[in-house]
């Protein structure tokens, strides 16, 4: 599994949008990118995928740029509910049966 | 829809004790992983089953660990002599045969272990 590379930790303002990278500078040609939220006393919640390019879901936007070594989740107008770690998680389909977490980035949204 | 299912939300052992955590996957799904967290720590990958299979055990400690994922019930991970060490969060995920997104997995909201 490629290895990756996030912030550990990021604050924001209610409103504001987020922006998380994560570096990735080992992704294979197999290789999707997954984003994971946990929220404290939980277990992680599967958030958006993607290959290439961007992808749009009802959370969140994901941006990948053409060379893939780095990808970067964002999150539109925050409140203070999405304070959680958030993870980027990069493998292909055979290594989804291990996914590597490491240690996240713990966003802090503040009033 | 009922999510994956863990019990005991919490779980105190003394040391030397047994520790048995429960896991209902997800209905329909015949997949069931369980990963280990320690405070302020990633998920650390523990064992891999499919319908009374063993599949990917390569994160699970050689000794006093096992897991089961039995054709009727729920999966087991079994902790023999716990010891203070052990004491951290268990999570429970599972994934169904054909999933919509890769690496998709469905977690519960764990077990804390803690051993005295």
């Known amino acids: 599994l490629a290895k990756t590379t996030q912030p550990i930790s990021m604050d924001s303002y209610e409103g504001q949008e987020v922006n998380i990278t994560c570096s990735h500078n080992?992704?294979?040609?197999?290789?999707?990118i997954t984003w994971y939220q946990q929220f404290p006393s939980q277990g992680p919640r599967f958030i958006i995928q993607?290959?290439?390019t961007k992808v749009t879901n009802e959370v969140a936007s994901l941006f990948i740029p053409a060379d893939r070594k780095s990808s970067t989740l964002s999150l539109p107008r925050v409140s203070l509910s999405d304070t959680a770690v958030y993870y980027c998680?990069?493998?292909?389909?055979?290594?989804?049966?291990?996914?590597?977490f490491g240690t996240g980035t713990r966003l802090t949204v503040i009033p | 829809n009922a999510g994956v299912m863990q019990n005991p939300r919490h779980l105190v052992r003394r040391r030397g004790q047994e520790a048995r955590l429960r896991c209902s996957p997800v209905?329909?799904?015949?997949?069931v992983y369980w990963y280990r967290q320690l405070p302020e720590e990633g998920l650390k990958f523990m064992v891999y089953?499919?319908?009374?299979?063993?599949?990917?055990e390569s994160g699970m400690p050689k000794e006093r660990f096992s897991a089961e994922f039995p054709k009727e019930g729920p999966s087991i991970l079994r902790i023999q002599q716990v010891v203070r060490g052990d004491s951290a969060a268990y999570f429970c995920?599972?994934?169904?045969?054909?999933?919509?997104?890769?690496?998709?997995?469905?977690f519960g909201p764990g077990t804390r272990l803690t051993v005295l």
């Open positions: 995920a599972s994934s169904p045969d054909r999933g919509y997104n890769y690496n998709e997995q469905f």
């Open positions: 080992n992704i294979a040609t197999n290789d999707y």
């Open positions: 993607g290959y290439k």
């Open positions: 998680l990069v493998g292909d389909r055979a290594g989804a049966n291990n996914l590597f």
């Open positions: 209905k329909g799904h015949s997949h």
């Open positions: 089953l499919q319908k009374e299979n063993i599949i990917d």
